[in-house]
Structure formats: structure tokens, C-alpha cells
């Protein structure tokens, strides 16, 4: 290989007489005689510092090599006589792959605010900010599957297009091959979607889990990394319409093996971003959130706090705190609560557990209560929820009357049901927002920060 990318350049262990580097520019400076030119090539934060006498181009060449022009620099590696870095490319050529004229380029030397990187999220990759992001957002994704993959997990993948909504809270995009206007002509008894590309109505996936669920009880651990889709109109810091999440399945499992996995695959992708991407998180570290290290240590050192769900009401209640939504026992945690346990109650991670069976959904296993269900939230400070899963419910007859209850067709899962009659086993799993994950592990306190180019509602630009 060529070893010609930055970062491979810039960790040089001699001098090198002949180097081709590649990127884009970054800022240049003229003076007397030279010019120094930075270029970046998105392999590492770092800049190359190109040095330019004069005559080794022409002055009009020299005159376009301009904050975001992409060229290309042939020349040789010497120590930097220079402060702030160890090597620096003394060109012999240039070219000029493609100009970036600096009266429309939108990136020029200065900070810009996250809002206006939002609308030119076509170029944002292109500053040390996002280019860390992105770079995060890899390694961490390399960091799940290097983990479930050591502790004996398949990687599955489950439908995108789905005829069921998981979470039944209907937040389900619709897919059609119909006609803006519906069907020509519904015959009678059909319904509207006999028409349609699936004879039935159906939609983009909010969730793996039932899918992920049979292949757990053939394969005994699995999980799915992929996008998932929903419809709530939520416009919050923390919500897409398109997100990745991470859900894990394990056959022959409990809740506690579940909150135990949540919270070891939370600690391993910290620490692995952390030790495989030390330059991305020391510029957040520095410029997005001051607290960000010490909070990530702790994260990793601390063991979890456990608590089942009437114990944080209980705590909610005395703390003394004015919140926007009532503490109640029945009523959902939101993410005011979830953070108030997190930040001020324990300083850090607090797994809830055995919630009120009404604000959950059909397949969590119901307690020998009846009024609570195996369920687990994993919330983290600064995000509040990062995790929610559960053991399933394996026995038929109550699963059958939980779907009786929340009003779900039962011949539609008819599947998901089947597998309760042959071989049915305790099992668990959940999933994890990956987006939020990036948030938590950068400190960056919008969603649409932390992923490419963000779906949110009215928002599908790219
Ligand atoms: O708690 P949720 O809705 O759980 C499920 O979907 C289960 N079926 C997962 C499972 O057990 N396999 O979502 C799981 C996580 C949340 O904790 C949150 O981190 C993230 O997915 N999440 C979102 N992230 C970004 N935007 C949204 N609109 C999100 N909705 C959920
Ligand atoms: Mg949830």
C-alpha cells in the first residue's frame, strides 16, 4: 500500500523523498517568497502542511489554491523547522484538482454555528467538528459489532419494509406503489390496500425486535444494526424520523442478563471511541462540552444504578424538584425525570426497571404482579433514555391476552405467536439509539448533529 493518506504521513517515522498527498485546503497563508498551504484529507484531524516557494508553481495557480480547493502535491518530507508539527511536505508540484471559488464557498476560517452547518450539510463533513463526528460515528459502529461478535452474537438482518409496527404506538411510515389519490376503483369488499405493491398496507420499520426475536430462538443471540423509521411528530433535540439502533436478542435470558449487557455494550463502545478515536474526542472535549472526559471516565467506572420504576417515582417525588410533567406512578418518565435521576439524584447511568405495564408495550413479560412489566430503560446523563428493552413474554396465553388488551390483531402476528407453541423459551433483548449514544459520547446536544443528514419533520434536504 501506498501510505499516502494524511494521517499516514503525518505519523512518519523518517523523512520521506517522495510523497503524493491528496485533500482539500484549508486555509493558505502567503509571505515573502513562499506559501504555506494546509490541506486535510479527512483521515485524521490533523492538517498537512504543505510548503509552496515560489516559482515551484505559477503565480495564477498558487493564487487558486483557495479554502476548499481539492489538489493534489507531490514533494518531499522534512522535519518542520516550524512549531506545532513534527512534518512538512515541501512540494516540487501542484495540482489543482477542483477550485473552490472563495466568494461562494460557505466554509471559510471561522467558527459557524451549528444551525448553519445544518443547511449545508453537504460540505459540514468537511470542518473538524463533523469530520470527528463521522469518524466517531464509524468506530463506534465498528465497536458493536467487535463486541457482540466476542460475546457470541449473529449479526441479522431484519426487514425494512414491515407489515407490523413493533411498538404499536403507530408511528409507521407508510411504503405505497399507489397513486397519490388511491387506488382507480376499490372493489367491493376489498379493502384499499388490495391495490397496493403488497396487497396489504405496510410500512417502513420502527424496529427489528420481532423479527429479531424468532431468529434469537434459533440461534440462540443475535442482533440487528440498522435504520429504523418513525413518524412522531416530535420535533425534540432527541428524535429523528430515521434512526440506527442497536437490538440484541438473547434466547434463554432474563432481565438481568439484559440490564448486564446493556450496560457492558455501553462501556465497551465508550471506551473503544475513546481509545481509537483520542483526537475527535479531545476536540469535543474542548470546544463542545468541558465535562466531557471526567463524565466518560465516570461512565465507564461507575457500576450502573438499578432501581425499579416505583422506587425513581418515589425518589422523583421527593426531590424536591418543579417539573414540567407531573411525577406519578402510572405516568411515563420524561426526559426532565430521566435526567434528574441521572444528573442529580445518582451522577450517573441509572438502568429503571418493571414499569407499569399500561405505558409499555405488548411483548414485555408481564411480573407476577399483573400490574408491571419486565421492562428496562437505560438512561445516561445529559440524554436521558438510551436504551429500552425487556424480557419477552413467553407464554402463549399471556401474551395472547396482553395483545387482547392493547387491542392488537392477533392473526397479523401470527408468526410471532407460533413461536410461543413450538419451543417457546425466556428470552430477552433491547434496543439501543445509536444517534443518542453520539450524543452522549461527544457531548453534542442535538440529534441532528450527529448523523449525516438528518430526517426530521419538514426537514428532507440531501
Ligand atoms: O425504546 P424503544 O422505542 O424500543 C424499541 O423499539 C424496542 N423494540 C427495542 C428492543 O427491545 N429491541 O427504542 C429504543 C431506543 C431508545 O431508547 C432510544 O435510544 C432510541 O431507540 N430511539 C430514538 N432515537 C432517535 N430518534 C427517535 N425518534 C428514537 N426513538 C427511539
Ligand atoms: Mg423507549
Redesign the pocket.
Known sequence: MKKDRIKEILDSESPRPSVLAKGWVRTRRDAKGFSFVEINDGSCPRNLQVLVDEGVVPAELLGQLDTGAAIEVQGELVASPGGGQKWELKATNVRLLGPADPAAYPLQKKRHSDEFLRDIAHLRPRTNKYGAMFRIRSESSFAVHRFLRERGFYYVHTPIITGSD??G?G?LFRVTTLPPTGPEEIKEGENFFSEDFFGREAGLT?????E?ELLALALGRVY?FGP?F?A?N?NTP????E?W?I???MAFADLEDNMDLAEDLIKAMTSHVIEHCPADVELFARFVDKDLRPALDNLIQSEFARLPYREAIEILKKSGREFEYPVAFGADLQTEHERCLCEDVFKKPVIVHDYPKAIK?F?MRLNDDGQTVAAM??LVPR?G??????QREERLEVLESRMDETGLKKEAYWWYLDIRRFGTAPHA?????????LMMVTGVTN?RDVIPFPRTPRHLEF
Open positions: 413493533c411498538e404506538a408511528a420502527v424496529s427489528g425486535q420481532l429479531a440487528t429504523t418513525r412522531e416530535s432527541r428524535h429523528a424520523a434512526f439502533m437490538e440484541p436478542e408495550p411483548y430503560d437505560v440524554v433514555e438510551l436504551v429500552g428493552g425487556s433483548g433491547f434496543g439501543l439509539g445509536f444517534e443518542r449514544f440529534i
